[in-house]
C-alpha cells in the first residue's frame, strides 16, 4: 500500500504541479497516518512562514473538544470541532501579556489563522491546517522519548517474520533460526512511530480484545507487539497477523509495511 501511495504521488509531481492540499489530501489514503488531532504539537510553518523560533504550540483534547496553547505572547484557550477532515475552532480567548511587536504581530496572525481554519489533513508525524485549501497552520506532534525499543513477532508452521526497533537501528528476521540482519532507521520513520506510541495506553496493552483469533485453529500467524519504554516491558495480547486490535493498529500496520517493503 505504502508504495503504491508514492507511486502516486510521484506521479502526481511529474504530471503536474500539485498543490500542498492536492499532495496532502492523497496522503490521507495511507493506513499508517493517524488522522486524529490529539495531544500537543509544534507549529512551525505559519502562512507559508518559518515560526519556529517563536515557540508557537497547540493542545488538543480530544475527549473534551477543548484546544490551549501558546500563541506567541500570551496563552490561549477554546474549543473545536473536526469530523472528517474538517476543521473549526471557537469560542478562543488569550491571557492579557505584553510583548514586543514582532511577538504581537505573530500571535494576530495565528489567532486569524485559527479562526479562518475549515479543513485539516495529516501527515505522519502531524498535521496541517487550511483554509480555502490554502495552507495557514503546520504543526509536527511532540513526542516523549521515552520509548527505548519497539518489537514485533508473527509466527505459525509456515511463516514466521521479527523486528525490533529503536531510534537506531532495524533488527529482522524471516526465518526461524535465521541469522538476525540489522540496518539504520531512519529518524523520521522513528519519529513518526514514536507519534503512535504516544496513542497507546501501554499498561492496557495485556487487556486488549484481538478482533479475531484465527491462530487458535487453523495455524494462521499468531503476532505480538511489545514496546519498552521507562524500563519497563509491555506486551499486547496475541492477535491474528494483519488483523490487531483498534487500539494499536496503526502501528501494527506500519510495522507491518516497513517488513513487507525489505522482504
Known amino acids: 500500500m505504502k508504495s503504491i501511495l508514492l507511486f502516486g504521488m510521484m506521479t502526481l509531481r511529474c504530471c503536474w504541479d500539485p498543490s500542498e492540499y492536492q499532495l496532502m489530501q492523497y496522503a490521507q489514503n495511507d493506513d499508517a497516518i493517524l488522522k486524529t488531532l490529539d495531544g500537543k504539537y509544534e507549529i512551525h510553518q505559519l502562512l507559508n512562514e518559518d515560526v519556529s523560533e517563536f515557540g508557537l504550540n497547540i493542545k488538543f483534547d480530544s475527549k473534551e473538544n477543548k484546544v490551549t496553547g501558546f500563541s506567541g505572547c500570551n496563552r490561549f484557550f ?3 470541532v473536526s469530523e472528517n477532515g474538517s476543521l473549526k475552532f471557537s469560542d478562543l480567548g488569550t491571557t492579557r501579556m505584553l510583548c514586543s511587536d514582532d511577538k504581537n504581530n505573530i500571535e494576530t496572525k495565528f489567532l486569524k489563522a485559527l479562526d479562518k481554519a475549515d479543513t485539516v489533513l495529516f501527515s505522519e508525524n502531524g498535521f496541517t491546517a487550511f483554509a480555502n ?3 495557514l497552520i503546520s504543526a509536527t506532534k511532540r513526542v516523549e ?7 514485533y513477532y508473527a509466527s505459525s508452521r509456515g511463516r514466521y517474520r521479527y523486528v525490533e526497533i529503536n531510534k537506531d537501528s532495524i533488527s529482522f528476521s524471516k526465518k526461524r533460526g535465521e541469522k538476525i540482519t ?6 523520521a520513520y522513528w519519529g513518526s512511530l514514536l507519534v503512535l506510541c504516544n496513542t497507546i495506553d501501554f499498561e492496557n496493552m495485556a487487556n486488549l480484545e484481538a478482533p479475531s483469533k484465527s491462530f487458535q485453529f487453523d495455524g494462521a500467524p499468531l503476532a505480538r507487539l511489545k514496546i519498552i519504554a ?9 492477535f491474528d497477523h494483519y488483523n490487531p486490535p483498534k487500539e494499536v493498529a496503526v502501528l501494527v500496520n506500519k510495522i507491518v509495511s516497513l517488513m513487507e517493503n525489505i522482504e
Open 182 to 187: 540489522n540496518m539504520p532507521c531512519d529518524k
Open 78 to 80: 477554546g474549543s473545536y
Open 230 to 238: 521507562n524500563g519497563e516491558t509491555f506486551e499486547s495480547v496475541p
Open 133 to 135: 485549501k490554502k495552507p
Open 145 to 151: 522519548e521515552n520509548v527505548m525499543s519497539i518489537e
